[in-house]
């Protein structure tokens, strides 16, 4: 493609050279240029891309996108000055690709908890719908039954213009994505054209990354802002924040809600470890999932594909077919009848959501055991307040290494015990090694008790010290039964 065609729509400062020459592939890492390639000169956190501009131009680029021109440039280069580097990068790997957010419906999910759940059934449900979609999610990203392994929560731009790009080709209508505040402040979603931004909810998270939580709620807040007046933002208004995300929006303004009236109104009837009872604005069906937050993560569903044109009766029998997201609420039974859920809840809302759906389920006469740890080298505002949620709402509470990371993990489980209350102290107990807290956690359980193992979901890794091990809850919990129960 053409350089003057890839520089569609982007505001450009200043060109040195020739706007008509051929570009192979676009490249932010100088160490995959090759022959024709357009570098683009990025400023990230710890490296400057303007000072692999020179190594760039040696293997073989022959245009550069940049803040600033260098002191010696190449005259056989094309040097192109912007603004900003990365938000043109959006523009640059949408024009390569052919526009393909513009060709498909696209749905952008963002907000703390739920983005991979509502992403995942939409998915789903479209494909009990009869349509092929594509999914770009943490666990997995999808091009209808072809699956390419996750590795961030949302890919770098140029990777995402080429899954769309593919996903256009293969057929696809729909294209579902969840949306982390990581990926909106690199500008990791510019250049994409959303059809429908979705909100879940705000809590605390990532202020490792963002700092504050005003920050947090402000960058979320910038996929909304950003949304052109054709699309549709829905939002969660039960949670405080639902409303702040539509307050500088020019997309139509919808939203759900359980407990206040809303677009898409829903009412729990009944739930147990099978499933639920819905009323979702005034039609009754029944779910195989189950718990409140559930509750809100099928509402926004819902209200999706309501807005993408279907009639809801589709919808919420499309719905009742689904089956549970992996690692979410996932629910077993052994034969000697203890019931283990594993979730990925790693936050302070996400566990005490799903300690409260236990907690509704339950009669009280089984004892409730958590097994939990909190990540390393990440946000070490979230463990005390982990803490105290897991001993308050648990019959006991075994403390764990969640992915450890660079750092110790005796050292976390410390952080996560100062939140303990002093009320709570005989109701916890801290083991460091995964397995064996999983494995204490089975032998302290009777026929009937409730054993949760939070945390890592549909991880099967264990990062220690930077290396990943593998290590999947699911799998632990099945093979330490067989042994003990022989």
Same mark, same amino acid.
């Given at each position: ?312 009766? =589709?919808?919420? &029998?499309? !719905?009742?077919?689904? /089956? ?5 609420? $996932? %629910? ?13 809840a790693h936050t302070p809302d996400a566990l005490e959501n799903i ?42 509470a075994i403390i764990t290494s969640d992915n450890p990371r660079t ?51 549909? =991880?099967?890794? &264990?990062? !220690?010290?930077?290396? /990943? ?5 699911? $799998? %632990? ?10």
């Amino acid at each position: 493609m053409q350089l003057v065609e890839l520089l569609k729509r982007i505001p450009v400062l200043e060109i040195h050279g020739n706007d008509s020459l051929e570009i192979s592939q676009l490249v932010f890492d100088s160490r995959k240029v090759t022959d024709n390639s357009l570098y683009i000169a990025m400023r990230g956190t710890v490296v400057d891309g303007h000072s692999f501009i020179a190594s760039s131009v040696e293997k073989g680029a022959k245009a550069i996108v940049c803040e600033e021109f260098p002191e010696n440039p190449d005259e056989n280069v094309t040097y192109v000055k912007v603004k900003d580097s990365s938000k043109a990068l959006g523009h640059l790997a949408s024009n390569f690709y052919g526009n393909p957010s513009e060709k498909l419906k696209l749905i952008g999910v963002t907000g703390t908890n739920g983005k991979t759940s509502v992403s995942t059934l939409l998915f789903d449900i479209f494909k009990n719908l009869g349509y092929d979609s594509a999914l770009l999610s943490t666990v997995e990203i999808r091009i209808a039954d072809q699956i390419i392994p996750a590795t961030h929560t949302t890919p770098d731009i140029i990777t995402i213009n080429k899954i769309l790009a593919q996903a256009v080709e293969e057929g696809c209508e729909f294209a579902f994505m969840e949306v982390s505040s990581h990926g909106i402040a690199q500008n990791r979603i510019e250049g994409l054209h959303f059809k429908i931004a979705g909100f879940t909810n705000l809590t605390h998270d990532h202020l490792d990354y963002h700092k504050t939580f005003d920050e947090y709620l402000k960058t979320k807040k910038r996929f909304f802002d950003e949304l052109d007046a054709t699309a549709v933002a829905i939002t969660n208004i039960d949670d405080k924040n639902g409303n702040v995300m539509l307050q500088n929006t020019k997309a139509a303004k919808k939203s759900y809600a359980l407990k206040t009236m809303a677009d898409y109104h829903g009412r729990l009837l009944e739930v147990d470890f099978n499933g639920m009872l819905l009323n979702f604005n005034g039609k009754e069906f029944w779910t195989t999932l189950t718990g409140k937050f559930n509750v809100y993560n099928l509402l926004l569903v819902f209200g999706i594909a309501s807005e993408l044109g279907f009639e809801q009766e =589709e919808i919420l &029998q499309a !719905i009742s077919q689904l /089956k549970r997201v992996s690692g979410r609420f $996932e %629910t077993f039974k052994s034969d000697g009848g203890i019931i283990f859920i594993v979730d990925y809840a790693h936050t302070p809302d996400a566990l005490e959501n799903i300690l409260e759906s236990i907690n509704d389920i339950r009669t009280k006469n089984e004892r409730l055991i958590t097994v939990f740890g909190c990540g390393g080298d990440r946000d070490h505002a979230k463990r005390p307040e982990m803490g105290n949620i897991a001993t308050k709402k648990s019959t006991l509470a075994i403390i764990t290494s969640d992915n450890p990371r660079t750092e110790d993990p005796a050292a976390i489980i410390k952080e996560i015990e100062a939140g303990v209350e002093p009320q709570n102290f005989s109701k916890y107990t801290s083991i460091p090694d995964r397995k064996e807290a999983i494995k204490m956690a089975i032998k302290f359980a009777e026929p009937k008790d409730i054993v949760l193992v939070a945390g890592k979901g549909h =991880e099967t890794y &264990q990062e !220690i010290n930077g290396v /990943k091990h593998h290590f999947d809850d699911k $799998e %632990t919990i099945n093979e330490l039964w067989k042994l003990m129960s022989k």
